[in-house]
C-alpha cells in the first residue's frame, strides 16, 4: 500500500493502470454472464479510475472514501439484483473480488485516517455483514491497536471470539484485558459477566444433550484475576497477542434449546456461579455505587432463568446492601418481591404487604423524604394500571387503591408530601370517586407548598368547576379569591407567567363586558412579571382575537410593543390577524415596522416576509427600499441575500 501511495503523476496513473488491469478477468466475467452490458463495463471503469485518483491525491479527503465505498456497495447490489433476475444461485469470483476491492479501500482509508473510531466501525460492520472472519479478526486487532480506550472494540472483539469461534479463553482473555485499561468501562463488565454466563448454559446443554456426568478441568476454571497479569509501566495493546487470539476456528452448530437446566451440571464451583459472581464483585469495587449499572446485571440474570445458580439473589441483596435510602432502588426491589414465582399462591394481601416490606424497612431506617413517597406511591399506582395478580385483579386494585390513599395522608402527617404527591392525591380521589374531599387536601397542598404553581392551577381550576351558589355570582368571587391568593404567593416565580395566564384567560371568558377591567389586569401582569412578560403575551393575544375579533386585539397590542420584551412570534401573530380582516395596509405596515424595531437586525425571516407582503400588495419601489434596508440593518445579511434570491427566482417562474 505504501508503493502505492508514491505521488509522483507518473506513477499514479502507472498504479492506477495495474490496479484496473487487475480486474479485466472480473470485468470480462460479469460481461459474460450478461450481468452487466459492455457499456455499463466503460462506465464502471471510469468511475473506479476517478475515485482512484480523488483518492490518491495530495491530501486525500475521507469523504472520497467513503464515496468510493459507497459506490462499490451500490453496484454489488445491483450484481446482486441482477443474478437474482437471471436465476443465479451460485457464488461467483467476482462476488469475492467486489469484498475484496471493498476491503482494500478501507485499508487504505484507515491507512490515512487510523485515529477515526467511527470508520472503523464502519469497516468491522462490513467485515461481519460479509462474513470475512479473517478480515474481521484482523480488523479487532488493530482498532484495539489503535484505541484501547474505546470499549466497544474489546466487547466486539470478544464477543465474536466466543460467539462465532466458541474460544472462551480468548473471549476471557479480551475483556480481562480490557478491563485492566478501562476499569471502570461498564459495557465490559455487562459483557464479561454476561459471556461466562452464556458458557455456563452452553456447558450445561452439552452435558444435557451428551449425557456427561462431570465437567472437564478446562471448563471447571478458576476464578479470574484481574489484576495478575498488570505490569508496572501500565497497560499495553501487543498487536500480534491480539491478532494470535483471533484465528479462525470452525463454528459450532447451534444447540437445541432445553426448558431448563437445573440439576444438569453436577455440584462445582464452576456450577454455582462463581466466576460470574467474582466479576461481579470485582466489577462493583472497580465502578462503585452505581444504580443504573447495578440493575444492569439483574437484566442480565434475567436471561438465564434457565440455570441453577444464586448469583442473582447476590446482585438483589447487593443492591439492597448499597442502596438502602435510594427511592428507585427500594421500587425496582419491591416490583420484585411482588413479582417472584414464590409468592405466586399467596394471597393478593399478602403478596402486597410482603413487596411493602421493602419500603417500611427503610422508611423506618432512614425516616423517609420526598422522593421516597414518590416513588412508593408509584409502586401502588403500578398495581392499580397493571394488576400483576391474574386470579384476583379486582382485589388486588382494591388493596392497592386504600393503601397508596393513607400512604398519601402518612406522607402529608410526615410533611414529606411534594407538589407532585399532592396532585396524585387528588387525581387518586377523583377516581375513586372521593371528590368532596379534594377541595380540602388542595387547600392544605398549597398551604404546604405556596410557591408551587400546579398545586394553585389545579386549585383554582376546581374552583370554576364546583357547583354554583344559590346567590349569583358566589362562584366566580370564590375563584377570584384564589387567583389572588395564588398570584400573591408565587410573585417572583419563574412559572408564575402560567397563574397569570390562566387567570387572565378566565377573566376574558367570565366577563366579557368588562374587557377594560382585564386589559388593566393584563398590563398589570406585564409589568410585574418583567423579562417573562413575553410568555404571555402572544396566547393572551390570540385568546382575545378568538373571543373578541381584531378590534380588542388591536387595542391589546397598542399597550403592549411599548412594554419590552417582545417575542418575534406576537408580532407575527398580531400581522396575521390583521390580514385576515384588514383591507388597510397602514396597521399592516405598521406592524412590520414595530417587528423590525425588535427584531431587524437579527431575524432575516421576518425581513422576506415584510418584503413579500409589500409585493403582493404591488408596492414594489416600497419592497426594493426594504431590501436595501435589511442589508444595512441585519449583522450578518448573508443569509437573507440567498433567501431574497431564491423568492426572486421563484416569482420569476411562477410568472
Not at 462490513?126 to 486487532?141: Q, V
Not at 448499597?322 to 420484585?336: E, G, I, Q, S, W
Not at 412508593?376 to 395478580?389: D, G, N, Q, T
Not at 382585564?518 to 410585574?528: E, F, G, P
Given at each position: ?29 460479469l ?25 490518491r491525491?495530495h ?64 469497516y ?32 466486539g ?11 472462551i ?66 497497560p ?14 470452525p ?26 459472581r ?33 448469583i ?46 421493602v ?31 391474574v ?7 382494591m ?40 377541595p ?29 351558589h ?47 377591567g ?11 412579571l ?28 397598542e399597550c ?27 396597521p ?68
Open positions: 500500500l505504501v508503493s502505492l501511495e508514491n505521488h509522483c503523476p507518473t506513477d499514479m496513473a502507472d498504479s492506477i493502470q495495474v490496479l484496473l488491469e487487475g480486474m479485466i478477468p472480473e470485468l470480462e466475467e460481461q459474460k454472464k450478461k450481468i452487466f452490458t459492455a457499456t455499463e463495463i466503460k462506465d464502471i471503469v471510469k468511475q473506479r479510475t476517478n475515485f482512484e485518483y480523488l483518492i491525491s491530501i486525500p479527503e475521507l469523504r472520497n472514501f467513503m464515496r468510493y465505498i459507497e459506490y462499490e456497495l451500490r453496484l454489488s447490489d445491483l450484481r446482486g439484483l441482477r443474478k437474482k433476475k437471471l436465476g443465479m444461485q451460485q457464488r461467483t469470483t467476482h462476488e469475492f473480488a467486489g469484498i475484496k476491492r471493498i476491503l482494500f479501500i478501507f485499508d487504505r482509508a484507515l491507512l490515512r485516517y487510523t485515529n477515526d473510531s467511527n470508520l472503523w466501525q464502519q468491522i460492520a462490513f467485515c461481519i455483514k460479509s462474513d470475512s472472519t479473517k478480515a474481521l479478526a484482523r480488523a479487532y486487532a488493530r482498532a484495539i491497536q489503535q484505541h484501547p480506550l474505546h470499549e466497544e472494540f474489546w466487547l472483539a470478544a464477543t465474536w471470539e466466543f460467539a462465532h469461534n466458541r474460544h479463553s480468548s473471549a476471557r482473555t479480551l475483556f480481562q484485558r480490557g478491563l485492566r485499561i478501562i476499569p471502570a468501562a461498564q459495557t465490559l463488565w455487562h459483557g464479561y459477566f454476561r459471556l461466562e454466563l452464556e458458557y455456563i448454559k452452553l456447558v450445561a446443554l452439552r452435558q444435557e444433550i451428551l449425557g456427561l456426568s462431570e465437567v472437564k478441568e478446562e471448563e471447571a476454571v478458576e476464578v479470574p484475576a484481574l489484576d495478575a497479569e498488570a505490569d508496572a509501566d501500565g499495553k495493546v501487543d498487536l500480534e497477542d491480539i491478532i494470535s487470539l483471533s484465528s479462525d476456528k463454528k459450532q452448530p447451534p444447540k437445541k434449546k432445553q426448558k431448563t437446566l437445573k440439576g444438569v451440571l453436577p455440584e462445582s464451583d464452576f456450577a454455582r456461579g462463581a466466576v460470574p467474582a466479576i461481579f464483585n470485582s466489577a462493583i469495587k472497580s465502578v462503585g455505587d452505581d444504580l443504573e449499572f447495578r440493575l444492569q446485571f439483574v437484566t442480565i440474570c434475567d436471561k438465564f432463568e434457565e440455570l441453577d445458580i444464586s442473582r439473589t447476590e446482585v438483589l441483596n447487593s443492591i439492597l446492601r448499597d442502596f438502602p435510602n435510594d427511592p428507585k432502588a427500594l421500587l425496582f426491589l419491591a416490583r420484585r418481591q411482588l413479582n417472584k414465582p414464590a409468592n405466586a399462591s399467596a394471597s393478593a394481601e399478602e403478596r402486597i404487604s410482603e413487596a411493602a416490606a419500603f417500611e424497612s427503610a422508611l423506618s431506617a432512614t425516616g423517609g423524604s420526598p422522593a421516597f413517597w414518590e416513588n412508593y406511591a408509584a409502586f401502588f399506582r403500578h398495581l392499580l394500571v397493571k394488576s400483576e395478580s386470579d384476583t385483579p379486582e382485589e388486588q386494585a388493596l392497592a387503591a386504600d393503601k397508596l390513599l393513607a400512604l398519601f395522608d402518612r406522607a402529608h402527617a410526615a410533611k414529606q408530601a411534594s407538589p407532585e404527591l399532592y396532585l396524585q392525591w387528588v387525581s387518586q380521589l377523583e377516581s375513586s370517586g372521593a371528590r368532596k374531599d379534594v380540602k387536601i388542595l387547600k392544605l397542598a398549597t398551604e404546604q407548598h405556596p410557591s408551587s404553581v400546579a398545586l394553585w392551577l389545579r386549585r383554582a381550576e376546581l374552583a370554576q368547576k364546583q357547583p354554583a344559590k346567590k349569583a355570582g358566589l362562584q366566580a368571587e370564590a375563584t377570584v379569591e384564589v387567583f389572588k391568593a395564588a398570584l400573591k404567593a408565587v410573585a417572583g416565580s419563574e412559572c408564575a407567567h402560567e397563574l397569570w395566564l390562566a387567570y387572565l384567560v378566565y377573566l376574558l371568558e367570565q366577563h366579557p363586558d368588562d374587557f377594560q382585564t386589559l388593566k389586569q393584563y398590563k398589570q401582569a406585564v409589568s410585574r418583567q423579562q417573562h412578560s413575553a410568555d404571555i403575551k402572544e396566547p393572551f393575544l390570540k385568546k382575545v382575537h378568538d373571543l373578541f375579533g381584531i378590534e380588542h386585539c388591536r387595542a391589546v397590542y403592549s410593543v411599548g412594554l419590552r420584551p417582545n417575542s418575534l412570534g406576537f408580532h407575527l401573530s398580531y400581522i396575521r390577524f390583521e390580514q385576515q380582516h384588514s383591507q388597510n395596509a397602514k399592516i405596515r405598521s406592524g412590520f415596522e414595530q417587528a423590525i424595531e425588535d427584531f431587524g437586525s437579527t431575524s432575516s425571516d421576518l425581513w422576506l416576509q415584510y418584503i413579500a407582503w409589500e409585493t403582493s400588495s404591488g408596492d414594489i419601489a416600497l419592497a426594493n427600499k426594504l431590501h436595501w434596508r435589511a442589508k444595512k440593518t441585519l449583522k450578518d445579511p448573508t443569509s437573507f441575500i440567498r433567501e431574497h434570491h431564491l423568492m426572486l427566482n421563484n416569482e420569476t417562474k411562477a410568472k
